[in-house]
């Protein structure tokens, strides 16, 4: 009879273990479905939306391209409130937006002083481009395009905006940092040096372009231009003159950057003639054309911004920038 009992117990115990693993076995698949169905739905829902969002960026593009603003704004601000992860529908649509405050600021400006709701438009246009560009940096901080946009957006603010300059400062160096091998990068860091008068920086940014690039004659030009400026006339020279040597297969670029040498060298001639004239204590001919009167020189083409927003007093104030420093080696 014990026997018979051990058998019974054993036997109710075995089977109790068989249904536990029957349910086990019935959870796993069962569980592995509602994950893959969640996976399914996440994706088919976040996919579907990035589609919708691309199909209204693309109609944004055909608008822009018709010179339409506002359906261009409308679509853009559409595909970013149906997908909200691209930089670059940040980054365009800060861009429209800096260019429709640009248009609206050109027009008439006794007009636009006195439109109050105007005047809130055009705020409102700038507030939103800076936003639309910091955007961009929070969604994609490693896209060097983001932080050039930003840095663009900030210089075209500079005499508009309060500390608009340093922004765009800091902007274009986080852009250097990211992509510190490109010759461009220091060429617009140059660049934005040369339109605040900050002559010796833009030389430097502009020299380490020649550096990384030798044959950039873009590079020389811009280091041309800061030398004329800073009034060093015969570095100037210098570079004007690596400039012709190699363009020498580009006739349009050749025929200016000769037309710019004779005119500096006219310059620096007249600068001695006159230094001589003044050792000898001896005044201009009248009739001659003194220093201050020589030959114009062809506008400056050096790194500019593509917008520049007329300069207003008092300042408006923008919003500022924040930076997260770009790691380095050993750090």
């Known amino acids: 009879m014990a026997l018979k009992k051990g058998l019974i117990q054993v036997q109710a115990e075995e089977g109790k273990t068989k249904d536990s693993e029957k349910g086990f076995t019935k959870f796993i698949p069962i569980t592995f479905l509602v994950f893959f169905i969640l996976i399914a ?19 944004s593009l055909v608008a822009a391209s018709k010179n339409n603003g506002t359906e261009t704004y409308n679509d853009e601000r559409d595909a970013i409130n149906m997908f909200p992860y691209r930089d670059v529908y940040y980054r365009i649509f800060s861009q429209t937006n ?17 439109d109050t709701q105007a005047q809130q438009t055009l705020y409102g246009l700038i507030q939103q481009s800076i936003t639309m560009g910091r955007n961009a940096t929070s969604v994609s901080p490693m896209t060097v395009a983001n932080w050039q946009n930003l840095a663009s957006t900030y210089r075209a603010l500079i005499g508009f905006g309060q500390n608009a300059e340093s922004f765009s400062l800091l902007a274009t160096q986080q ?12 060429i617009a860091l140059g660049g934005l040096y040369y339109q605040l008068g900050q002559y010796d920086n833009a030389i430097r ?45 580009d006739q349009n670029t050749l025929k200016q950057i000769t037309k710019e040498i004779d005119a500096l060298q006219a310059k620096i001639n007249g600068e001695q003639n006159a230094n001589q004239q003044q050792a000898a204590n001896t005044p201009p001919t009248p009739g001659e054309p003194t220093p ?23 300042q408006v104030k923008i919003p500022g920038i924040s930076i997260t420093p770009v790691p380095t080696e050993g750090k």
């Open 205 to 249: 940014e502009f020299q380490t372009a020649v550096n990384l690039k030798p044959d950039f004659a873009n590079a020389y030009y811009n280091l041309g231009h800061a030398y004329e400026q800073k009034g060093d006339l015969k570095s100037a020279l210098a570079q004007y003159q690596q400039v012709e040597s190699l363009v020498q297969t």
């Open 41 to 59: 739905g996440v994706s088919g829902y976040f996919g579907s939306r990035y589609i919708i969002s691309d199909i209204i960026f693309q109609k």
């Open 292 to 314: 201050t009167e020589e030959i114009s020189q062809t506008p400056l083409n050096v790194n500019q911004s593509g917008t520049q927003l007329p300069a207003k007093k008092p």
């Open 175 to 186: 852009a250097v940092a990211l992509d510190s091998a490109n010759p461009q990068e220091y």
């Open 98 to 114: 800096l260019a429709l405050a640009n248009g609206l600021a050109q027009t008439d400006k006794d007009k636009l002083a006195k």
